[in-house]
């Protein structure tokens, strides 16, 4: 995890494919290309001064409406909803080694919650789909899916999230 950052108590990750979500009993389930790094390992990371990984975006819940909505707004990469997942399930999890696996506040100009978990640019391909199952399971567990509506039903109630 980023020495010294604080982390609020949940994480958003878009949802960007139709095939990251799998619809089963009435529950929105996630497949673990939800949580599958995209491509090779993320070069601009060593130009912008972080040790080289893959990077999976997520933004952070510091002001819960606040982040839904910045999430809802970025339908590139939340158009078909969003999971959220206790910060606490990957910083408690025996399995994640933090010197494979780490979450990192990474601010953009326009959303000021984003951040990445990043996995060790030299982690296995198996590794990585081990990592990327695991993460499914703790949202299934001890997390959430929201469609778009459910994320927009949530962002117009304004109340808790």
């Known amino acids: 995890m980023d020495a010294g950052a604080a982390f609020?108590?949940?994480l958003l990750r878009g949802l960007a494919k139709s095939s990251f979500i799998k619809d089963h009993d009435g529950r929105r389930h996630l497949t673990n290309e939800a949580f599958y790094p995209p491509g090779a390992p993320e070069q601009t990371r060593e130009r912008r001064?972080?040790?080289?990984?893959?990077?999976?975006?997520?933004?952070?819940?510091?002001?819960?409406?606040?982040?839904l909505q910045t999430t809802f707004a970025d339908e590139r990469n939340a158009g078909?909803?969003?999971?959220?997942?206790?910060?606490?399930?990957?910083q408690n999890q025996p399995l994640l080694d933090p010197q494979i696996v780490w979450l990192e506040r990474e601010p953009l100009p326009k959303n000021p919650f984003h951040g990445n978990?990043?996995?060790?640019?030299?982690?296995?391909q198996p590794i990585r789909r081990h990592i990327a199952n695991l993460f499914a399971?703790?949202?299934?567990?001890?997390g959430e899916c929201?469609?778009?509506d459910?994320?927009?039903?949530?962002i117009e109630g304004g109340g808790a999230m």
Request: some cysteine; overall charge positive.
């Open 80 to 90: 078909f909803g969003v999971c959220i997942l206790p910060v606490s399930s990957v």
């Open 117 to 124: 978990i990043v996995l060790r640019s030299d982690t296995s």
């Open 137 to 142: 399971f703790m949202v299934d567990q001890q």
């Open 150 to 154: 459910q994320m927009k039903k949530r």
């Open 8 to 10: 609020p108590g949940r």
């Open 49 to 67: 001064g972080k040790a080289p990984g893959f990077e999976i975006s997520i933004n952070f819940e510091d002001d819960p409406h606040a982040a």
């Open 146 to 148: 929201l469609s778009r």
